[in-house]
């Protein structure tokens, strides 16, 4: 018997370029991958021994509050002042499954059947996903790529339409690495706020910002309070991927819709999660300053490699997060994808095209400064070779 037909909104979503393109390097065995964008260091030692203690103590056993624990919307509260000068209280905060589950669930309660949610190009590629199965529809104003992907803020104002409900962006920005200057949030947040528009910002690579770039939240501005949903995770901060919590930031007219959107998702953020979280915000940050030093030596390492194969990517310096974006200059007739494919076969390298980033993705492709020296180092011999540099 042949199986009913599923949901057309999911019939129309592709596998993630994403993860098609590591699991196709998993049967590879001897492939390198630059197309994970997760961290490769293991979670610090004092936030797996502080969930240990949780679990000897029977505190992982039962369900938090909805909105989370509340010691740790307390640490939440103090870190928002201390590095995102965002002033909340805690029934300001919502824990979530990661921060994915907590955009998702910001932008099911914001948006209607229809209503167009806008984005810069190129994007997370998830964000467009989340977009599309709130059965909102996805809208895209580009970014200037020469000037480092900036935002451009005439395209967004063409973008804007009477179906508009919201802006979401990532800030560094996943894949390109751009950071975007505060003159420009701020410009943003005004066009927003000019044309009712909610602002959704997902801030998940906040402390691997580099070269003096500031990192600004939107969530910070007073006036802006009521339209800005700020979102924050644990994963990429603390190397913490596999625990699946971040939180959301909004004032409680907002948050009070997004508690109804987040409970039937996922009740609470995993309770054992919050208890390393806990921990994660209160003990010990060098592992911050590890990573960002680790990731702008790998950065420039990756820069410095790119620049010998000049003759087949250009490329953007990111002033953040641990991903660049090269554009490819020397290809044949092959699309992103194809050209992403060529390299895993015939180099063994693994990147992830550009195409799934949004409508000016096509013609690059990711590239991820997250794994180590020697990744990336026989990476780029393999490139050299292959392309007989
Ligand atoms: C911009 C961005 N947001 C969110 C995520 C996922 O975060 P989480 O693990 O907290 O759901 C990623 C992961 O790559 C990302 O790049």
Known sequence: MSILEMSKKVRDIQPSAIHRMSALAAQ????????????????????????????????????????????LREAIVKKLKRDNNIEASPNEVLVTTGSIEGIFAAILAIVNPGDEVIM???????????????????????????????????????????????????????????????????KLAYIAKDNNLFIVVDEAYEYFVFDGAKHFCIGSMPEMKDLVVENFTFTKTYAMTG????????????????????TPMTICAPVISQYAAIEALEGPQDCILEFHKHYLEWRD????????????????????????????????????????????KEAKVATTPGAPFGPTGEGHLRMSFCSSKEVITEAFDRLDRYFGV
């Open 28 to 71: 590879i065995p001897d492939a390198v991958a630059l197309s994970w964008a997760r961290p490769d260091a293991p979670t610090p030692e004092h936030i797996n021994e502080a969930a240990i203690r949780a679990i000897r103590e029977d505190l992982t056993s039962r369900y938090s509050p909805p909105p989370g624990l509340m010691k």
């Open 243 to 262: 625990w699946r919590v971040g939180y959301n930031v909004a004032s409680p007219k907002i948050m009070e819709h997004i508690m109804k959107t987040h």
């Open 301 to 344: 390492l990756m820069c410095e490699r790119l620049d010998r194969l000049s003759s087949v990517f250009s490329y953007q310096k990111p002033l953040g997060s641990y991903n660049m974006f090269p554009k490819i200059i020397a290809k044949g007739g092959e699309d992103s994808a194809e050209f992403c494919m060529k390299l895993l």
């Open 120 to 186: 810069p190009s190129p994007n997370y590629s998830t964000h467009e996903l989340i977009v599309r199965m709130s059965s909102a529809v996805p809208v895209y104003f580009p970014t200037i790529e020469e000037e480092g992907f900036r935002l451009d803020l005439d395209a967004l104002e063409k973008a804007i339409t009477k179906k508009s409900k919201a802006i979401l962006l990532c800030n560094p920005a996943n894949p390109t690495g751009a950071v975007f200057p505060e003159e420009d949030l701020r």
